[in-house]
Nanobody, 120 residues
Framework: QVQLVESGGGLVQPGESLRLSCVAS????????MSWYRRVPGQQRTLLAT???????TYADSMKGRIFISKNRSGNTVYLEIDSLKPEDTATYYC??????????????WGRGIQVTVSS
């Protein structure tokens, strides 16, 4: 299976930028796409951005212009840059990896999540 570990979270002031990292290990060559989600306490988890194994990126409409997803050449690390952070960006952020065998029933892999708190 794929193991995902997020890092880079913490307390940040409004207006600042932050870059989250997600390191994948295990069967990384079976990953078809990686995504970032976030969940505000008491609300549903929402998709923020996705990057495919080929490098194609998509973003949530509500976040376009403020976030950027990328990966390293090896494909084992995905990043999420968030600019102009707002208090409403406070949430737990999760890394996700979709398997190329998802059609055969292989489930997505998830990181434990990392807290981002935006406050002055």
């Amino acid at each position: 299976q794929v193991q995902l570990v997020e890092s880079g979270g913490g307390l940040v002031q409004p207006g600042e930028s932050l870059r989250l990292s997600c390191v994948a290990s295990g069967s990384i060559f079976s990953i078809s796409a990686m995504s970032w989600y976030r969940r505000v306490p008491g609300q549903q988890r929402t998709l923020l951005a996705t990057i495919t194994s080929g490098g194609t990126t998509t973003y949530a409409d509500s976040m376009k212009g403020r976030i950027f997803i990328s990966k390293n050449r090896s494909g084992n690390t995905v990043y999420l840059e968030i600019d102009s952070l707002k208090p409403e960006d406070t949430a737990t952020y999760y890394c996700n990896a979709e398997s190329i065998y998802s059609d055969l029933g292989t489930p997505d892999s998830w990181g434990r999540g990392i807290q981002v708190t935006v406050s002055s």
